[in-house]
């Protein structure tokens, strides 16, 4: 364990150095936010308004926390590092260093993203603040679940990326992989809540990665209920134990590939 937290310090110690780049950074994610909030605030004809059980103001914080969890994993990036790590042949020395590759990670990317992550809830609340005038009816209790539900999010999110990454052990390139995940969660967990879509394609969102990844900390965050956050919180311990359970599948039989054709 001292090893991994040692990785997590020095990827933390190591992002604190670019911090003007995070600043930079978040104008991307300023410019969906204001792109997506003046299209709801078109289609709502009162702020009082129902969609799908969401008035604007619960709309837009939701597109709010989505685009902040899918923007915090750095998804391509954190793809791409693992892809070249196997292409490159690098992840042969990480075979015989005394910690589990997965766990390296997993560990170096939440260590690499947390200042990101803490920069971006701050501004991310400022502008919603500054645009609504309001926060969702939130107290330190819900509060601080909703954050323990976002960093499960944020694990689930870097597992699949680490597996979809690891897929480099047998094709050239995962990168057509990663962007039908990222559409598909962009589409079915980012612009739009899970309610708004037909009952049949709801239950399928409803078990995918998506529903833990990005919907259920949003959901909390907008509309907390004890029921929901047992819903949540029991899908997202599940797909981590999945999705971890499938990043190491893929980098066993990766590396017992590499060692039959002498990598």
């Known amino acids: 364990m001292k090893k991994y937290i040692y990785i997590f310090k020095t990827e933390l110690m190591s992002s604190m150095q670019y911090k003007f780049d995070i600043l930079a950074s978040f104008f991307g994610y300023f410019i969906h936010i204001f792109i997506f909030l003046?299209?709801?605030k078109y289609i709502y004809t009162s702020p009082d308004k129902l969609i799908s059980g969401y008035d604007m103001y619960q709309?837009?914080?939701?597109?709010?926390v989505t685009e902040y969890l899918w923007s915090l994993v750095g998804g391509r990036s954190q793809c791409k590092k693992i892809s070249n790590d196997v292409k490159s042949g690098n992840i042969s020395y990480n075979?015989?260093?005394?910690?589990?590759?997965?766990n390296y990670a997993l560990t170096s990317h939440l260590g690499s993203i947390i200042v990101k992550g803490i920069i971006y809830a701050f501004l991310g609340l400022l502008v919603g603040y500054t645009f609504l005038g309001k926060f969702p009816?939130?107290?330190?209790?819900?509060?601080t679940l909703t954050?323990?539900?976002?960093?499960?999010?944020t694990i689930v999110s870097t597992l699949f990326i680490t597996f979809i990454g690891l897929f480099s052990f047998?094709?050239?390139?995962?990168?057509?992989?990663?962007?039908?995940?990222s559409k598909f969660t962009l589409i079915f967990?980012?612009?739009?809540?899970?309610e708004i879509f037909p009952k049949t394609i709801r239950k399928i969102i409803s078990y995918s990665p998506v529903y833990a990844a990005t919907y259920g900390p949003a959901k909390l965050f907008v509309d907390f209920s004890k029921e929901k956050l047992v819903e949540v919180f029991t899908i997202q311990i599940i797909y981590v134990l999945i999705a971890y359970l499938l990043c190491?599948?893929?980098?066993?039989r990766g590396v017992r590939k590499l060692n039959v054709n002498g990598g």
């Not at 009816?137 to 509060?143: E, G, P, R, V």
């Not at 954050?147 to 999010?153: K, N, P, T």
Request: charged share 5%; hydrophobic share 50%.
């Open 38 to 40: 003046n299209l709801w």
């Open 59 to 64: 709309m837009i914080w939701y597109v709010i």
């Open 95 to 102: 075979i015989s260093k005394p910690y589990s590759y997965i």
């Open 137 to 143: 009816n939130l107290n330190i209790f819900t509060i």
């Open 147 to 153: 954050i323990i539900s976002s960093l499960l999010a």
């Open 170 to 181: 047998y094709i050239e390139d995962s990168t057509p992989f990663y962007w039908v995940y």
């Open 189 to 194: 967990g980012t612009i739009f809540p899970v």
């Open 248 to 252: 190491l599948l893929m980098y066993k």
